[in-house]
T-cell receptor, first 113, second 115 residues
Framework: DTGVSQNPRHKITKRGQNVTFRCDPI?????LYWYRQTLGQGPEFLTY????????KSRLLSDRFSAERPKGSFSTLEIQRTEQGDSAMYLC???????????FGQGTRLTVV | QQQVKQSPQSLIVQKGGISIINCAYE??????FPWYQQFPGKGPALLIA?????SEKKEGRFTISFNKSAKQFSLHIMDSQPGDSATYFC??????????????FGQGTILTVHP
């Protein structure tokens, strides 16, 4: 499968714990995006990378959230001290910078209990 | 600030009917308008997209109509099928600059096609 891969698919964690999600983009894509989708809503932009550089962060991305893309390939999104309001689907998308189409992974569904 | 507004929230049509979903945007700097289809438990998948230099684009049973002056665009699904039952999102993004490719999504429309 050469699509965008996200792991894990589901994560249940206790409030206050740290969680980390991984995204493996399509191999030739240099742009990688993270979005958050809550139930019944459209995805909301969190942050994006061009190669290893993080170029933009949304105000939704509080200081408990951090994202990295250390070698310009896979990316990780970490949430520290999780809160119940962090429960959502976290989506990753990738694209080539000169193309318009972004391809989404299947997402990681986070449930904070 | 909600920059892309989508309606209706839900839509029920009979098999063979036409499904119409509407979106309106505020930011005139947007110049790429895709529609995504999402099935439960899956990520969004690109269905069809349009640039503002054309007023209509058709791909199979799916058509986007675009009205630049009104800042509105819509998705028409002809001959709707039960397999089209899904959530549909309109979106918008910028042509260039550092925000190129960042998508702003509408709230989504849950489409149900009855057999």
């Amino acid at each position: 499968d050469t699509g965008v891969s996200q792991n894990p698919r589901h994560k249940i964690t206790k409030r206050g714990q740290n969680v980390t999600f991984r995204c493996d983009p399509i191999s030739e894509h240099n742009r990688l995006y993270w979005y958050r989708q809550t139930l019944g809503q459209g995805p909301e932009f969190l942050t994006y990378f061009q190669n290893e550089a993080q170029l933009e962060k949304s105000r939704l991305l509080s200081d408990r959230f951090s994202a990295e893309r250390p070698k310009g390939s896979f990316s990780t999104l970490e949430i520290q001290r999780t809160e119940q309001g962090d429960s959502a689907m976290y989506l990753c998308a990738s694209k080539w910078s000169t193309n318009t189409e972004a391809f989404f992974g299947q997402g990681t569904r986070l449930t904070v209990v | 600030q909600q920059q892309v507004k989508q309606s209706p929230q839900s839509l029920i049509v009979q098999k063979g009917g036409i499904s119409i979903i509407n979106c309106a945007y505020e930011n005139t700097a947007f110049d790429y308008f895709p529609w995504y289809q999402q099935f439960p438990g899956k990520g969004p998948a690109l269905l069809i997209a349009i640039r503002p230099d054309v007023s209509e684009k058709k791909e199979g049973r799916f058509t986007i109509s675009f009205n630049k002056s009104a800042k509105q665009f819509s998705l028409h699904i002809m001959d709707s099928q039960p397999g089209d039952s899904a959530t549909y999102f309109c979106a918008a993004s910028y042509a260039g600059g550092t925000s190129y490719g960042k998508l702003t999504f509408g709230q989504g429309t849950i489409l149900t096609v009855h057999p």
